[in-house]
Every structure is written in C-alpha cells, then in structure tokens.
C-alpha cells in the first residue's frame, strides 16, 4: 500500500483524524476490519467506496458515535472513547443523513447544539450569525427542517457542524442526493473550508476526489485497500474507474 510521503525536508504536520487498528464486528461479521490510517492537518481526504464498504461505520467510530470492537480513534490527538469531550471540541461530524430534527427550525436547532456544547450566549449568537450567512441560510431560517428541500437540509448541517469552530471535519456523503448546483456549491464551501481545516469526507463518487480532495483512503469490504494521493489513482476519469474496478474487485460485465 503507497503512503503519501512530505515534499523534501518539510515538517511533517500533525495527525488530527487517526484510525489505527479499528475494527467493529456484529456477530461474527467485520464491517471494519484492522482500519488504519492517519488524516494530517490541512489534508482534505476523500474516504472512497462502494456502497456497504465501511465508510459510514468507520466515520462513527472516529466520531465516538460507535464503540470499536478492537481499536483506537484520535481527533486532534484526543482518544474519542476515553477523552471524549476534549475530542468532540474540536471535531464537527455531519451524519450520512443530516440533522433529523424534522419539526426544528434551523435557528431553534443551531441554538439547541450551541447550547448542548455548552457555548457562552453572546459566542452563540455571534458563531449562529455567521454559519446562518456562510451557509446561506437566511432565507430559510424560521421553517421547519422537515419541510426544507435536501440541498437546504445539508446546509443547516453543514451550519451546524461548524457552529463551534472545529479544527475537524468528517462529513459522511455531503454530497448526496443533491442536485448538481447544489452539489457544486457544497464542494466550493468544502474547497473554502480545506483552507485552515482537516476534512474527511466519504463518497463513492470519483469525481468528488477530483473536484475537492488531495488524499484518498480507500475502503473496500471493511478493509483499507488503497491510501495516497489522488493523482496515482489516475489522472483521467476512464484511469479512475479502471482503478476503481481494481480495488473493488469488481468483475467487468461482458
Ligand atoms: N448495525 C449494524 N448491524 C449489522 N450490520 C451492519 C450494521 N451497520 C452496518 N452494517 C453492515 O456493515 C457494512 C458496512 O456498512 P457501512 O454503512 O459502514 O457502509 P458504507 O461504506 O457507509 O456504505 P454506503 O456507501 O452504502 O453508505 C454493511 O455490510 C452494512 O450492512
């Protein structure tokens, strides 16, 4: 497996998203198995593959959302199960179906997270001003999240996922289900916030490698089977899904 390696002498910066070792099993299936990788400050890493490959899995036992069967997950150093608190400070995770908070108003929701993290009032209001404006999400903002369209539904959770400032961002297909402006938008506000975050985002769409990312994990049946950069996948789309059939082991259909 290739790692990617630092440019000449630069310092190598520091991990803020590690997998080592993960593994979750449900009976005797392993929906991850010996997952290990490390995601280092200002890396925007697509996590890629097929559908059932581990992604989803794997992010919710970055996130602390799940216990591993055998394994350790750092954010920003933190251990998710045994520091927990000091990890999810600096970690904002975006579900791989947003906030299912249907009868909420986006303002009601943002205040309720901003509360639950226990921030002060006055950073609240200042941080749910400029989510609500980063997000574009003035227009929308007094109406239930229930009745909102999906593009907009992934913006209050984009909003709420950067509310109190995370170093950390591990978005689970942001992209899904949303048409293709929408999809063009939340790709230049991921490009935007690659500036000065790490980001993790899972997809089984090449393209999105493509259009934000400058490594790639890849997952296939629970296992990591390919860890570098983007362009040693394949510089064009037909390398690409070579590849892709490669590392899935996917029979070509006659
Ligand atoms: N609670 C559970 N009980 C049993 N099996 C599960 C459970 N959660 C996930 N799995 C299985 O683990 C495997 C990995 O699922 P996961 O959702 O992590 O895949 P994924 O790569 O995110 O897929 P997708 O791209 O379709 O979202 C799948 O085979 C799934 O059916």
Do not use: W
């Not at 205040?111 to 980063?134: C, H, T, W, Y």
């Not at 394949?234 to 690409?240: F, H, Q, R, T, V």
């Amino acid at each position: 497996m290739s790692m990617p390696q630092p440019a000449g002498d630069a310092p190598v910066a520091a991990p803020m998203i590690e997998a080592e070792g993960l593994s979750k099993f449900y009976g005797d299936f392993a929906a991850t198995r010996d997952v290990t990788f490390a995601i280092r400050q200002g890396e925007v890493a697509a996590f890629l593959g097929p559908n059932g490959a581990g992604k989803s899995t794997t992010m919710k036992l970055l996130t602390g959302y799940l216990s591993p069967s055998s394994g350790v997950a750092k954010i920003a150093g933190y251990n998710t199960s045994t520091d927990r608190i000091e990890a999810s400070k600096r970690l904002g995770y975006l579900p791989e179906n947003g906030p299912l908070y249907p009868d909420m108003t986006p303002r009601t929701l943002l205040k309720f997270f901003g509360q639950a993290r226990g921030m002060a009032a006055s950073r609240l209001k200042n941080r749910m001003e400029d989510v609500i404006d980063q997000c574009r999400l003035e227009t929308v903002i007094g109406k239930p999240i229930g009745k909102l369209s999906k593009g907009y539904r992934q913006r209050v959770g984009m909003a709420q996922v950067l509310l109190h400032e995370p170093d950390v961002l591990i978005l689970d297909e942001p992209t899904a289900g949303l048409d293709p402006n929408q999809i063009r938008e939340v790709r230049k506000l991921i490009r935007e916030l690659g500036e000065t975050k790490t980001v993790l985002l899972s997809t089984h769409i090449l393209q999105e490698v493509e259009a934000m990312c400058n490594r790639v994990v890849f997952i296939n049946e629970g296992r990591v089977v390919f860890d570098g950069l983007p362009a040693e996948l394949g510089s064009d789309p037909a390398a690409l899904d070579a590849k892709f059939h490669e590392l899935t082991g996917a029979v070509e259909s006659a």
